[in-house]
């Protein structure tokens, strides 16, 4: 048989609709278009977050940044969902377009607040520290922006969990101002914007556009150009294509009914024999050997939460199992596996593959 190599020509394109890729991880998106004087609003993102306003909050045409509309928070908007605000260990992005008309109260701007358990968090603005941002996470820790802001002009305002990194951007460029956090986040499923949940502060003074919650996921991790047309509502048919090009360290070949969310998080081939060596992995940071055919599989970044399936084979002529470790807590930062004998006793083998799969 003769196979000749396949020309660039012969590759079709045949995704047409832009589309978000990491649409799937999108957990709140909240245009905020409507009628003046409205008093309800839709969550465009696959979660459908209830979206419940509080006495003066309204959709207002006087100010907005993208559309013909904005929120105006006067008191207190209620965002509650079963999935999307609790972002475990993981990354995650908050952002949205801000419009301030004052300074001079106490006001959050995404808050979780619900006593001071760990994982509890308020972002918001200080009337002592006019202009700037304060983060306040994990029941008491807290920072604040160095950027100031101004009234009456839009500020895109990114809050993002990179690596372990808290950190601010403004119009983005990243603040200064960063903080190493890699724990429990966003422990409840409700987000208030306005007057802060626990103890008050006072009446919120500003308008929100294009409020969006990525789960998951760093959306921006160095200085970018902020959003120049308002967030995507889609996924498109971003899978319908396959792209190569002289970078390309993959191809995805697939149709607009796959979801993203659901691709391998992680995988790994190693040897398990003598020191542990990996003979090639995606997502993985090492393999810890914890005794005869007992591992860890050590994860670059952490997944979302610890719901994920590993699946995986052997080789070797001992070797013909393979199952998760169910002796110890599994977390989202590593996997704890056991390769097995033909008499399923514990071995270690010279060919381990794995593939994590999850949200």
């Known amino acids: 048989m003769n196979l000749t190599k396949p020309r660039l020509d012969q590759f079709k394109i045949t995704g047409s609709t832009v589309g978000d890729l990491y649409f799937p991880q999108t957990k709140l998106l909240l245009p905020f278009d409507g009628a003046n004087g409205a008093t309800t609003t839709s969550d465009l993102s696959n979660t459908s977050a209830s979206v419940t306003f509080s006495s003066g909050d309204e959709i207002r045409t006087a100010q907005s940044k993208f559309g013909n509309s904005s929120l105006y928070v006067a008191d207190n908007v209620t965002i509650s969902s079963s999935d999307g605000f609790n972002m475990g260990t993981g990354e995650f992005t908050i952002e949205g377009w801000w419009y301030f008309t004052s300074f ?20 918001w603005h200080s009337s002592g520290a006019a202009g700037k941002i304060k983060w306040y996470y994990s029941g008491g820790s807290i920072f604040t922006s160095n950027t100031t802001m101004s009234t009456g002009q839009w500020y895109h305002v990114a809050f993002v969990r990179e690596s372990g990194t808290l950190k601010m951007y403004f119009n983005g460029t990243v603040d200064s101002s960063t903080q190493s956090f890699s724990s429990q986040y966003g422990k409840t499923d409700t987000v208030y914007l306005g007057d802060q949940h626990a103890g008050g502060g006072g009446a919120p003074q500003y ?4 409020l969006r919650v990525t789960k998951g996921l760093a959306r921006y991790t160095g200085n970018f150009t902020a959003p120049t047309t308002a967030h995507l509502t889609s996924s498109g048919d971003v899978n319908k294509h396959i792209v190569v090009n002289s970078d390309a360290d993959g191809v995805a070949i697939g149709t607009g009914g796959i979801n993203q969310a659901r691709i391998a998080k992680a995988w790994v081939n190693f040897n398990g024999t003598g020191t542990v060596a990996i003979n090639g992995s995606y997502n993985v940071s090492s393999i810890t050997d914890d005794g005869v055919g007992d591992y860890d599989i050590n994860f670059s970044t952490a997944l979302s939460d610890t719901n994920y399936v590993v699946v995986g084979t052997t080789g070797g002529s001992s070797i013909v199992g393979f199952k998760r470790d169910q002796n110890e807590t599994r977390t989202t930062s590593k996997a704890g596996v056991y390769s097995l004998s033909g008499s399923q006793t514990l071995a270690d083998g010279p060919y381990i593959e794995a593939i994590v799969f999850g949200n």
């Open 207 to 210: 308008y929100v556009d294009d």
């Open 104 to 123: 001079s109260n106490g006001f959050g701007l995404y808050d979780q607040w619900s006593g001071s358990s760990s994982g509890n968090s308020q972002i």
